[in-house]
């Protein structure tokens, strides 16, 4: 929206709100503020694209939890009455006044710098959606970027009636949107791609590196055969090879075991190199058709129809995103405000669960709460959330409570749209910081694994049980 058609809105926003109470206060879809004035749903959008203030019909729910900012804004706003809407002159900047606390809520809809400020009577900054700058810092004076002339653009006719706006602007949300959407399974494949491209030359390596279990079975059979001519204590011999007499077979021994250690030696390694050979060739096989099939829908992504088919095969092979307009907790937050980490799962049996909440938490729980015979889980090869079991005193990890802190891993993880994953586990003794690594990454010895799925009711249970920190 310009200047000009801010303006206009503004005006016929406040022919119909003036005078009314704030009933609530929501976080919509993307970068939405809603506020309810009595059955009647303002807008107000930071999209990056279409930023816009205007009245909606209906509320589509979310699933997310309140940000930081909207619990504030439902704790000192609701209640209050509207009692002024003004947009400022040439400046796409429009300006809700609250009787009788005086609070105010100023909406910069500025494209992709848009933000919504909320400031007090002398205009001192209470909390923003967003941190943009250091124009923008909690209890500081606000200060309205400066001013410039105002261009001259065309005043667009959404419509005669309150609901035009959102009937005008829908279809190019959904267009943008769907266009986001693409860019990012686009993005997330080719990334998936290189990341197995280089997995594919690592495994091959691997491969080349093994020893040849046909030569070692060559070498197992040759020494079974002429045992009786190789003098015991001997570091290496040349024996005849059993399928080629004419050609010779350098056999390396060792002089500590006798010579039907060797044999079993030999034959036990050839054995273990045929599992391995095996084990390789089938993941290079599997890793190799993923490729290929990502290649296949990153070439659909291009097409216009069947997109959502394309998306829901890209979920199941998983491909996950985050939506560029999704509000997420890692959004920038207000200078002086921490995130506070969960409190524990307080299991029946006095278990207590940890999950970290981000890259600071995970390092707190590990290396902060974590004491050497604690449990540690993780997601295997993809990011989430430390995880620390810590038992009563003689209790050992049951079956149950490993499940339950498992799906808890995957639950905040990388993993949670699938619901299911593998989970690594340890003692904490075996988990320890990498050496100038980021906050977080960890390295991990003598651990084992567990694939759980989600259960949905499991987690809810487990909800109820988490305490206040």
Not at 68 to 75: H, S
Not at 226 to 237: D, F, L, T, W
């Amino acid at each position: 929206m310009n200047h000009l058609e801010i303006r206009r809105e503004a005006e016929g926003l406040a022919a119909l709100l003036i005078g009314r109470r704030l009933q609530h206060v929501w976080i919509g879809q993307g970068r939405d503020l809603i506020l309810d004035f009595s059955r009647h749903l303002l807008l107000i959008s930071c999209h990056p694209a279409y930023p816009r203030i205007h009245l909606i019909g209906e509320r589509e729910a979310t699933g997310h939890a309140p940000p930081a900012f909207v619990m504030l804004l439902r704790k000192h706003l609701i209640g209050e009455r509207l009692e002024k809407i003004e947009a400022m002159n040439g400046e796409r900047i429009v300006r809700l006044h609250f009787e009788p606390s005086r609070f105010i809520l100023t909406a910069e809809i500025f494209g992709s710098k848009s933000n919504i400020i909320f400031l007090d009577e002398q205009s001192k900054i209470l909390g923003a959606l967003y941190k943009r700058g250091s124009r923008i810092s909690a209890g500081e004076n606000y200060q309205p970027p400066a001013f410039r002339s105002a261009p001259i653009v065309n005043l667009r006719d959404f419509g005669p009636d309150v609901f035009a706006a959102q009937r005008f602007f829908d279809p190019l949300i959904a267009i943008y949107d769907r266009e986001q959407t693409r860019q990012a399974y686009l993005k997330a494949a080719v990334k998936e791609m290189n990341r197995i491209n280089k997995y594919l030359i690592k495994l091959k390596s691997e491969s080349e590196k093994l020893p040849n279990p046909a030569a070692q079975r060559k070498q197992a059979e040759a020494l079974l055969i002429h045992r009786n001519i190789v003098a015991k204590g001997s570091k290496e011999i040349n024996l005849p090879d059993p399928y080629d007499p004419t050609v010779s077979v350098s056999i390396v021994l060792d002089p500590a075991k006798g010579i039907q250690q060797n044999i079993d030696h030999l034959f036990a390694g050839a054995r273990r190199s045929q599992r391995k050979a095996e084990a390789l060739s089938k993941r290079i096989s599997e890793m190799g058709a993923r490729v290929e099939k990502l290649s296949e829908l990153v070439l659909a992504l291009d097409a216009e129809d069947g997109q959502e088919k394309v998306f829901e095969k890209l979920k199941f092979l998983g491909i996950v995103i985050q939506s560029k307009t999704e509000l997420s907790a890692t959004k920038p937050k207000m200078s002086g405000q921490r995130i506070s980490a969960k409190g524990p799962y307080l299991l029946e049996d006095g278990a207590k669960i940890y999950v970290g909440v981000d890259a600071d938490d995970n390092e707190r729980i590990t290396f902060g709460l974590g004491r050497a015979d604690d449990f540690w889980l993780h997601v295997s090869g993809a990011p989430g959330s430390h995880v620390l079991v810590k038992l009563p005193a003689g209790a050992e990890l049951s079956q149950q409570r490993l499940i339950d802190a498992a799906m808890l891993a995957v639950h905040h993880s990388r993993f949670a749209r699938q619901g299911r994953g593998e989970v690594i586990y340890t003692r904490r003794r075996f988990v320890t910081k990498i050496k100038g690594a980021p906050k977080g990454e960890v390295r991990v010895a003598k651990m084992k694994t567990i694939f759980v799925k989600v259960d949905s009711s499991r987690i809810e249970r487990l909800k109820q049980l988490r305490q206040a920190e």
